[in-house]
Nanobody, 120 residues
C-alpha cells in the first residue's frame, strides 16, 4: 500500500516559483513510477511530469524548461520544482504513484491534491 501526502502549493505571482513535495509511505515506493498531474476548473486532468524508477523524466510540452520532477527514494519523496510560473499553471496538482498491474490488481495511488494559484 502507498499513501501520498502533497504539500507546497500556494499563491504565487507570475514569474515566481514553487516546489511541490509528495511524501509517500510504503515499502515498495522505489518500484513505482511517480507523476504529477494537474487539473484546472472545467479542464481535464493532465499528466504534467513523470519520473521512472531509474530517473527518466517526461514533461508536457507547456512546462518543459520550467518544471523539474525529481525523486529521492531514500526519503520516499517526489518533488516538482516549478519556475517561471504562468497564470495558466493555476490548477490543483496531484501526486500519483503507478505500480502497474500485479496479481490482477492495479496499483495506482493518488494524493489529495494541492492548490497552485498563479495570479497578480
Amino acid at each position: 500500500q502507498v499513501q501520498l501526502v502533497e504539500s507546497g502549493g500556494g499563491l504565487v505571482q507570475p514569474g515566481g516559483s514553487l516546489r511541490l513535495s509528495c511524501a509517500a509511505s510504503g515499502s515498495i515506493f522505489s518500484t513505482y513510477v511517480m507523476g504529477w498531474y494537474r487539473q484546472a476548473p472545467g479542464k481535464q486532468r493532465i499528466l504534467v511530469a513523470s519520473i521512472t524508477t531509474d530517473g527518466t523524466t517526461t514533461y508536457v510540452d507547456s512546462v518543459k524548461g520550467r518544471f523539474t520532477i525529481s525523486r529521492d527514494n531514500a526519503k520516499n519523496t517526489v518533488y516538482l520544482q516549478m519556475n517561471s510560473l504562468k497564470p495558466e499553471d493555476t490548477a490543483v496538482y496531484y501526486c500519483n504513484a503507478d505500480g502497474g498491474v500485479r496479481g490482477g490488481y492495479k496499483y495506482d495511488y493518488w494524493g489529495q491534491g494541492t492548490q497552485v494559484t498563479v495570479s497578480s
